[in-house]
């Protein structure tokens, strides 16, 4: 799939060049490519998980633009791309047309992502094995297509497509039997969406309409690693141990959207405005899975010894009745030059069915006597539904041009309906879980800004409250208090500070969820003659958040506590001169709250320029992380590189 794209992008780029380039009036071109040097000490996978910057050939940069507003097929061009090669992440930009005709944009990003934190459901960690049973090495990629036509006409016909995809190894557990078992598996994932639609341009009204249509596939395949068959308990249970001969899953979902969007714009008189936008949307998912496992495991589900277990299971989900859409609207008012007013709505509604099916066959198996030899079967079926409609007015008024004083305030309410039918097969605790609920939300807010030919100040202020919470994570009262500062003193320094702080509770029995956060920060941008630029940054965070939850064994309620004490510090120089550019800094970052790490970074970068046309850059770069708990996870990273770059 992807070398589909880079072969139509290629294609398109080279009939364009050969177009357009043949009698262009401005041509711009510049390359840069090197090589970096990686040179670590330490955890490789904590330094991969956190960067994932390689050692080998990169791509600095790579940008084409050229013009010729006589010709009549392409008169327009612009070509981008950095980052492919040794670094982590790569994107590319092709944008082409012919004025008033069509404008083409193609975009595509592409990424590595690795995920092997060695102290992350790692059994094994205290006896230096890494990495941990839990690791992702995947590459995900965006591709995006769309073509306006007539661009600048009252009526635009606009076309699109995109792709998205995900894939690679990865490393699990999985439990089965009263043991827990390594599996290696392997992820592929990809959503295709094409799109069509008009754009109009009728005055000082302005809308665009676009019916688009999705489709997702995934599965992830698994089977057992090798050598996993003795499981990660040694120990036996109620006398025998738990192994395993093989294991296979595999888990696949499937699904298609159907989506309407329309947005637009008008100005109705010199003093008032209005827009809105819309969103309809039709799904259907479906979820299968399949999995066997074989060897000597134990079950205190059905209180039996087993040698094989079959499970299947088979679910859906998808829009009941009516489609899920979202819908706003605003107007603003200006009665004054000093006075602004807007007031707008938003409503949305979801309903969404779902039905699940799953099988167990447990084979040979056996009770804890020895006796009754036979296959079992479990089986399990659950329906379940939800309807959720939100209702939101706002209005807000702005008062300016009070001499150097600007002041505003916000309303707000949201009224929230949720409807749950849940199956008795789902709850695994006391108490109803469906049902009707209804939650209305408050939100105020006001803030002022001050305004002197070198110096701005602006507060705001933040609240909303709920007498009533449904989920875990709604907060019944958030506060948020924010100042910034802007003081710039000719061309010698500028000082932004900034200050924040923000208090949430949710006091409903069994959750008692309590978060505080305060943060402050201030750069200093010096320049003390005009090549020299100097910055120097500091900040520091502090949150503490504790709740309820149940603990999964037995469903009795802990608590968990959570917090954070951060302090970031930077400094930098540039120095600019007629041939050279030279950059360094050193930052630090420490945290000594429930995680506590350190991780500096220090750079020096150097540009010169040999000719007009021809260039070098050096760079440095050294990344320095400190596990304060778990010190097989600090490592010790310095990247080397070395680029030339052409301009013409």
């Known amino acids: 799939m992807i070398n589909r794209h880079l072969k139509l992008v290629a294609l398109l780029l080279a009939m364009a060049l050969g177009t357009v380039t043949a009698s262009a009036q401005s041509t711009q071109f510049s390359l840069g490519l090197g090589y970096n040097w990686l040179s670590l000490t330490g955890s490789e996978d904590m330094y991969k998980s956190q960067f994932n910057a390689r050692q080998g050939f990169g791509l600095q940069e790579l940008s084409l633009a050229t013009t010729n507003p006589s010709d009549t097929v392409i008169d327009h061009l612009r070509f981008d791309a950095a980052g492919f090669g040794s670094d982590p992440e790569g994107r590319f930009r092709l944008r082409v047309g012919l004025a008033k005709v069509y404008d083409l944009q193609i975009s595509y990003f592409r990424a590595r992502y690795f995920n092997a934190l060695p102290t992350i459901a790692n059994p094994f960690?205290?006896?230096?094995?890494?990495?941990?049973?839990?690791?992702?090495?995947q590459v995900l990629y965006n591709f995006d297509m769309n073509l306006e036509l007539l661009p600048g006409a009252s009526v635009t016909p606009l076309i699109g497509y995109s792709e998205y995809h995900v894939g690679g190894p990865s490393i699990t557990t999985y439990h089965v039997g009263q043991d827990e078992f390594r599996l290696n598996s392997n992820l592929d994932s990809t959503t295709h969406e094409t799109r069509a639609g008009l754009g109009f341009?009728?005055?000082?009204?302005?809308?665009?309409?676009?019916?688009?249509?999705?489709?997702?596939?995934?599965?992830?395949?698994?089977?057992?690693?090798?050598?996993?068959?003795?499981s990660n308990n040694p120990d036996p249970v109620l006398g025998q141990n738990q192994t395993l001969s093989s294991a296979s899953r595999s888990d696949r979902t499937d699904g298609s959207y159907a989506m309407t969007t329309g947005s637009f714009s008008a100005v109705l008189s010199d003093s008032t405005r209005a827009s809105g936008s819309f969103v309809r949307a039709d799904y259907t998912a479906t979820f299968s899975e399949g999995e066997a496992f074989s060897g000597n495991l134990v079950s205190f589900d059905v209180a039996r010894f087993f040698t094989g277990l079959n499970v299947s299971g088979y679910s859906t989900a998808h829009t009941s009745n009516a489609p899920d859409w979202r819908g706003d609207g605003r107007v603003e008012f200006d009665p004054t030059d000093t006075v602004q007013l807007s007031g707008g709505f938003v409503r949305s509604h979801r309903t969404v069915d779902g039905f699940a099916l799953i099988s167990n066959l447990y084979t040979g198996s056996v009770n804890y006597a020895g006796l009754d030899p036979r296959d079992l079967a479990v089986l399990l079926t659950s329906n379940n539904a939800m309807q959720r409609d939100d209702n939101t007015l706002d209005a807000k008024i702005v008062v300016r041009k009070l001499g150097?004083?600007?002041?505003?305030?916000?309303?707000?309410?949201?009224?929230?309906?949720?409807?749950?039918?849940?199956?008795?097969?789902?709850?695994?605790?006391?108490?109803?879980?469906?049902?009707?609920?209804?939650?209305?939300?408050k939100r105020y807010s006001a803030g002022a800004a001050l305004t002197f030919s070198t110096f701005k100040l602006g507060v705001d202020w933040k609240e909303d409250s709920s007498p009533q919470s449904i989920v875990r994570i709604d907060f019944r009262d958030v506060k948020r208090w924010k100042a910034r500062a802007d003081w710039t003193a000719a061309k010698l320094f500028r000082l932004v500070a900034t200050a924040e702080w923000i208090t949430g509770d949710n006091p409903t029995p069994d959750v008692y969820y309590d978060l505080k956060t305060k943060h402050i920060g201030a750069d200093l941008d010096i320049t003390p003659v005009k090549p020299l630029a100097l910055r120097l940054g500091y900040g520091r965070f502090k949150t503490d958040t504790s709740a309820f939850y149940r603990v999964p064994q037995d469903f009795t309620l802990a608590s968990s506590l959570y917090g954070e004490n951060g302090i970031q510090k930077e400094a930098s120089a540039t120095l600019k001169l007629a041939r050279f550019l030279i950059d360094g800094g050193y930052s630090k970052f420490s945290n000594t709250g429930s995680v506590g790490l350190e991780l500096d970074h220090t750079y020096a970068h150097c540009d010169f320029d040999f000719t007009a046309k021809l260039g070098a850059s050096l760079q440095y770069d050294r990344y320095k992380y400190i596990d304060d708990v778990f010190t097989l996870s600090s490592f010790d990273a310095k990247r080397y590189g070395v680029f030339l770059r052409w301009r013409q």
């Not at 960690?125 to 090495?137: E, K, W």
């Not at 341009?201 to 698994?222: C, K, M, P, Y």
């Open 125 to 137: 960690f205290g006896q230096g094995i890494t990495p941990g049973q839990h690791t992702q090495d």
């Open 201 to 230: 341009h009728l005055g000082d009204f302005q809308a665009t309409v676009i019916e688009s249509w999705r489709t997702f596939h995934e599965t992830t395949n698994s089977a057992l690693a090798p050598g996993a068959g003795a």
């Open 404 to 441: 150097p004083v600007r002041l505003w305030a916000d309303v707000a309410h949201t009224d929230q309906d949720l409807t749950v039918a849940e199956d008795v097969a789902e709850i695994v605790v006391p108490g109803g879980q469906g049902g009707y609920f209804h939650r209305s939300i």
